[in-house]
């Protein structure tokens, strides 16, 4: 009975106090929605990160007088390395075919290269699993025989490094900065709703209310705004961030790369979670604090 009692009651301050109720909702909403648009940019990124880390690499160039038992056992050599994903062979024919792909418009420059008399090196072509380790791994492999040269995209890998870090960061200070932002205002827009019913808190400590009691219409309060919040929130982002990934998910640019980006159906059981409990604790929080001050004895 008690429970139903303060259940009712909580329900009963979201619609009565109006007001407050829509302060506390767009401020919800507004934190939600830049905190899934911060969030969504850094799963892809991560995502990003994770197929260049498949695609990138570096390319082991071959001695020519290398044997075929002496590539095998660098093959095996570069394998057994930490941080390799794949170690793809690339023979000297392979090797001469990419490049008049390449130069398709001037075949004339090839004339003369096929069979014995092809210039180019056999080779590795070797992706990672974690970009950070390419420096480590390049010098690893450069130590070991038959090894000629080794090309890579050091610049272009540690300025995604960079770049992904970054913006991890900056998404985890932004995240904090909302959510307090967020629960002072719920905190401020709740404390006006108590102080308008201070003598009703009064009443009931007097007749001898325990504090819970007094507390849990309003921490009911707050969740139930967090949570209208958090669906209003995911609905509208869902919606905008499939938008966005239809009108850019194609580009040249990510073609190039070899990426794509993804589906929000692929992070919105995340974004779900993140938003039902910042829904939920921000509105905990906000209401606890707002309370404070009138439950002091």
């Known amino acids: 009975m008690g429970s139903n ?7 009963k301050n979201v619609f009565k106090n109006k007001k407050s109720t829509m302060i506390s909702l767009v401020t919800m909403i507004l934190t939600m929605f830049l905190f899934g648009a911060f969030f969504a940019i850094g799963e892809n990124v991560n995502s990003v990160l994770e197929q260049v880390q498949r695609n990138q690499g570096m390319e082991v160039f071959i001695q020519k007088e290398a044997t075929n038992e002496q590539i095998a056992d660098l093959e095996e050599n570069i394998k057994n390395l930490e941080g390799i994903n794949t170690v793809i062979f690339k023979s000297k024919q392979e090797a001469l075919d990419t490049m008049k792909e390449r130069l398709k418009d001037n075949q004339e420059l090839f004339e ?3 069979g014995e008399n092809n210039i180019f090196s056999a080779s590795f072509v070797v992706t990672l699993t974690d970009l950070s380790l390419a420096t480590e791994i390049e010098a690893k492999i450069e130590a070991m025989e038959n090894v000629k040269k080794i090309t890579t ?5 540690n300025t995604l490094m960079k770049i992904a870090n970054g913006i991890r960061i900056a998404i985890g200070i932004i995240s904090i900065i909302l959510i307090v932002i967020s629960v002072t205002i719920i905190s401020n827009t709740i404390r006006l709703t108590v102080h308008a019913r201070r003598k009703e808190i009064s009443i009931m400590k007097y007749v ?3 504090n819970h009691f007094i507390r849990l219409p309003f921490v009911i309060e707050g969740i139930m705004i967090g949570i209208v919040a958090a669906i209003i929130t995911l609905l509208v982002v869902g919606g905008i961030y499939d938008l966005i990934v239809q009108n850019i998910g194609n580009s040249i640019v990510l073609q190039k790369m070899g990426v794509t980006l993804l589906q929000f159906r692929e992070i919105a059981k995340v974004i779900a979670i993140v938003y039902g409990s910042l829904g939920i604790g921000v509105g905990v929080i906000g209401s606890s604090i ?5 439950l002091e004895v």
């Open 112 to 114: 003369g290269y096929e």
């Open 290 to 294: 707002s309370m404070k001050k009138y």
């Open 208 to 210: 001898g209310a325990t």
């Open 153 to 157: 995209n050091n610049d272009t890998i």
């Open 5 to 11: 009692y303060l259940l009712k009651e909580g329900i």
